[in-house]
């Protein structure tokens, strides 16, 4: 006996006027289908399957190797044609979770509950929700004694019927042997000339069960995206949920409507995010983190008490406690920042490790490099780490000092506590506590005079 989870997913989402299937749309940066999947695992369902159509082979591909199973609908013929579908994955003794791959946010909680209600006496169990516009859905049909008696979708309804403001969300639990019996008891005759499984509802009352039924706690939970419009109203509501997960962890948002999570994002205590920061992927932040406005950190660690500044731009990379990064820093994977590094406006770090203390601050690319710690880099430098065809190392001692607008041309290495003067070239290994430079040599003209413009070109 186990809980299986039949995700139906096979439906083209043609107002959605895009080539992928609706069901790999991205909301807070993955696809819908991510999010059922997740919750299915958070209730620990024992197997997971979605039924596909449309864009099948697109879905397989986003999903291989992930712990879902597939079973294909090739025509889309109704609901309860997409649940026949995965019969075969269906045991009598099983606990059957029917979810819609375009509705994404259902609470785990709001789940079990559902699975909960399900018994011998009530083998099949509704999540409805009442709404003050019904518009679309199926609507709950109750008897006088508020039992429930059949679901009649809004095509099929009588004028009196569609007043009914309790509608079908589309999510049922049922056991496994009395759903199989009522699915193959399904038939096309209705207003879509499509198998509802919602039929299975009169089915079950027709044999003598009552129908249990519960409400979600919010409406996010049960709201199915059909178009971009949608797509996005639930994108704002979902990072308004993470936003106030973040400010219960005791997070400070300068504007809560201002973030977005897409992603996992882990937080010490006193973090400080400004507006419009994104998190990607897979984010921590240490304690005292400040992060200002406009900056995107992807799969990032920042250590405790650094400071990001605005529009900086952060992947891959690890930033140590106490750092100070931009305004308008790019560190891109496999920058190493050791606690206390300074990185200043438009510095690009790629592969690049910078030791304690050290200071890039103005304007310069550091990839594939080695720095130890205490370093000053001056403006305008550059490691030239690439030939045309490979990646070169530059290493950096302890101590160094590096001129204004120098090219350090790897392999090349620069010894603890040498000094490099401004605006050279260095091609070669310069050696430790020494003064290495390379420039041409300054001249001044005597008697040169500039250039004046043309008499003609001056009246133009
Ligand atoms: C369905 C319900 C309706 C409910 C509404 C909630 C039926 C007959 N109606 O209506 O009572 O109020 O959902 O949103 O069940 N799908 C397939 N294969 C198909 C048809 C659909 O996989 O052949 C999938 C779709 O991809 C989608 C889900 O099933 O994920 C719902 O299909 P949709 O056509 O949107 O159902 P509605 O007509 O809105
Ligand atoms: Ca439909």
């Not at 909301?27 to 299915?40: D, F, I, K, N, T």
């Not at 400070?252 to 400080?272: C, E, H, P």
């Not at 043309?454 to 133009?460: I, M």
């Amino acid at each position: 006996m186990g809980l299986k989870v039949i995700v139906l997913a096979a439906g083209k989402g043609t107002r959605m006027r895009s080539k992928r299937p609706k069901v790999l749309q991205s909301l807070a940066g993955r696809p819908l289908l991510s999010h059922v999947v997740e919750r299915a695992q958070a209730i620990e369902a024992d197997d997971i399957v979605t039924v596909i159509g449309h864009g099948a082979d697109q879905v397989r591909t986003a999903f291989s190797g992930q712990a879902v199973s597939f079973c294909e609908q090739t025509q889309q013929l109704g609901t309860g044609h997409a649940v026949q579908q995965a019969m075969s994955v269906i045991d009598d003794e099983d606990t059957i979770l029917i979810l819609y791959g375009d509705v994404p946010l259902t609470a785990p909680e709001t789940l079990k509950d559902l699975i909960s209600l399900v018994s011998d006496q009530h083998p099949l169990a509704l999540l409805t929700m009442t709404l003050s516009d019904p518009d679309g859905y199926g609507r709950i049909l109750r008897d006088a004694h508020h039992q429930v008696q059949a679901i009649v979708e809004q095509k099929d309804a009588t004028p009196e019927q569609r007043q009914c403001k309790e509608v079908n969300t589309g999510m049922m639990a049922a056991q496994g042997r009395l759903l199989k019996s009522w699915l193959t008891r399904l038939s096309s005759d209705n207003a879509q000339g499509e198998y509802y499984l919602t039929d299975i509802i009169g089915f079950a009352v027709a044999d003598g069960y009552e129908i249990a039924t519960t409400e979600p706690q919010s409406l996010t939970e049960v709201l199915g995206i059909n178009n971009k419009a949608q797509l996005q109203t639930l994108e704002r509501l979902y990072q308004r949920e993470q936003a106030e997960k973040l400010m219960a962890a005791g997070v400070t948002l300068i504007d809560a409507d201002r973030i977005d999570v897409r992603g996992t994002l882990s937080v010490g205590q006193d973090v400080t995010l400004d507006a419009n920061v994104q998190c990607i992927g897979s984010v921590t932040l240490g304690d005292e983190v400040t992060v200002e406005s406009h900056c995107v950190l992807k799969d990032c660690t920042i250590e405790a008490g650094s400071h990001i500044a605005a529009f900086s731009h952060i992947d891959g990379a690890s930033v140590g406690s106490h750092c100070q990064v931009g305004p308008y820093a790019r560190l891109r994977p496999g920058t190493q920042l050791a606690a206390n590094a300074r990185i200043g406006n438009f510095v690009e770090t790629k592969n690049a490790q910078i030791g304690e203390g050290s200071k890039v601050n103005h304007l310069s690319y550091i990839g594939d490099a080695q720095m130890g710690a205490e370093v000053n880099i001056g403006a305008g430098t550059i490691t030239c780490n690439y030939d045309g065809a490979n990646k070169h190392l530059t290493q950096i001692g302890d101590q160094v000092f590096v001129g204004s607008a120098t090219q350090l041309v790897a392999p090349v290495c620069v010894g603890e506590g040498a000094t490099i003067g401004a605006g050279s070239t260095i091609t070669k290994d310069a050696p430790a506590h020494t003064l290495t430079l390379s420039r041409g040599k300054q001249i001044s003209l005597k008697g040169w005079a500039r250039p004046v413009k043309k008499a003609s070109e001056t009246k133009k």
